[in-house]
Every structure is written in structure tokens, then in C-alpha cells.
């Protein structure tokens, strides 16, 4: 399995809290992912970047919001958990190269339930 | 904008049989990449094969096989003797030079002991 960390597993937490979900590589990998996914559905793509202080938003709107100061951090922020945040956050990352193709590699996934 | 498409949501099979999962997909690009992901459940999504668009020959890994189809954009995947490990989503996506992926809506595959 690839080396991309994703921390906490599981998270459960009061509506309104402030949560940082993190995700690190050690792969050394320029590009970085964050997906959103309920349950055996698709994943929607929330945000990425393609190095250190570069960030976009994705193809899914999301109240959250991403930062990116060292090549192996991308930590996802949640300034107010609501309900609707509930779901699975998938972190992802892939190295860049020349002529393109993108390999992604997943992280464990956290699993958020906001009561 | 690049479409990807899974047809079957759910699918099943006997072990040690065949399956094939159905994806299409839609672009005007001539160069890019094709990739199958596996998601056993509760578990780490997993690549399992990938095919560059440019190369004729079909992609195979150990039992995993892709069926590529360029000019009708057809893109399956065949498991060959099935195992209950393979019990997982499965998720077809495109990628065009350094763009990032588009995943299709996944088919769930279901092993019959």
C-alpha cells in the first residue's frame, strides 16, 4: 500500500465544531487530493493542489477549505460541522510528470459524522 | 468536459468464474490514460490496472484484464477466477495530461461463495 497517511479515522463531533481532518505523503508527491465520498457512492472531487501554495477548489462545492504550506501536508479544515458534512473524506496524492498520466494514491479515508 | 460511465451499478459473481465491468467514456483527446480502482470495503481504494491510450495492446495484471476499445471509448475490465478478496467497488476513470482524474459512479461487485 502506498505511503499516504490520513488522520483520524473516524471522527465524531457536535455541530459547529471547528475540525481539521489531516492527511500527509511521504511519497514526495507534487499533487494532492481531497474527494468526498457517502458510502459506496461516487467520489466528488473538493479540492487539490498541485504543489506548496497552490491550492483550487474542485468539482464539488464544499464549505471547507484547504492549505497547502509543505509538500507532504494537505490538511482539510471545517470551520463549522453541520450535519450535512457527514460522510467520507478521501485524501489522495500523485506525483507530476512530464507528458502527463497521474497514478493517484489513496489514504484510508476518514470517516466524519457531525451529530 | 470528460464523462466517465459505469452502466452497472451492481454486479455479481461465482467464484472462480468471469465478470466483466462496462465503462465508457467520453473525450476528444486522442492521448490520455484509463485506470481501474478497487475499493474493498471499509478499506484503502487501490489501483488495479491502467492503460495508456496510445498502446494497442490491452493492459493485464495477474487476473485482471482490460478490454480497451478505443474508437467505440469502451474501457472493461475482466476478472478471471474470482475470489472472494475481490468483493469490492470498482471505479473506472480517464485522465488527460496532468489533469486530474474523472472517476465514474463505481460498480459494486459481489462474490458468490
Known amino acids: 500500500e502506498a505511503d499516504i497517511y490520513q488522520t483520524p479515522r473516524y471522527l465524531v463531533i457536535g455541530t459547529g465544531k471547528k475540525i481539521t481532518l489531516e492527511c500527509s505523503q511521504t511519497m514526495g508527491h507534487d499533487k494532492m487530493y481531497w474527494y468526498q465520498q457517502d458510502p459506496g457512492m461516487e467520489l466528488h472531487l473538493i479540492h487539490y493542489s498541485y504543489g506548496v501554495n497552490s491550492t483550487e477548489k474542485g468539482d464539488l462545492s464544499s464549505e471547507s477549505t484547504v492549505s497547502r504550506i509543505r509538500t507532504e501536508h494537505f490538511p482539510l479544515t471545517l470551520e463549522s460541522a453541520r450535519p450535512s458534512h457527514t460522510s467520507q473524506y478521501l485524501c489522495?496524492?500523485?506525483?507530476?510528470?512530464?507528458?502527463?498520466?497521474?497514478?493517484?494514491?489513496f489514504g484510508p479515508g476518514t470517516r466524519l459524522l457531525v451529530l | 468536459a470528460q464523462t466517465v460511465t459505469q452502466s452497472q451499478p451492481e454486479m455479481s459473481v461465482q467464484e472462480a468464474e468471469t465478470v466483466t465491468l462496462s465503462c465508457t467514456y467520453d473525450?476528444?483527446?486522442?492521448?490520455?490514460?484509463l485506470f481501474w480502482y478497487k475499493q474493498p470495503p471499509s478499506r484503502q481504494m487501490i489501483l488495479v490496472i491502467r492503460q495508456e491510450a496510445y498502446k494497442q495492446q490491452n493492459a493485464t495484471e495477474n487476473r485482471f484484464s482490460v478490454n480497451f476499445q478505443k474508437a467505440a471509448k469502451s474501457f472493461s475490465l475482466k476478472i478471471s477466477d474470482s475470489q472472494l478478496g475481490d468483493a469490492a467497488m470498482y471505479f473506472c476513470a480517464y485522465s488527460f495530461g496532468n489533469e486530474k482524474l474523472t472517476f465514474g459512479t463505481g460498480t459494486r461487485l459481489t462474490i458468490i461463495p
Open positions: 473525450t476528444s483527446e486522442s492521448d490520455y490514460y
Open positions: 489522495a496524492s500523485s506525483e507530476f510528470r512530464a507528458g502527463g498520466q497521474e497514478t493517484q494514491y
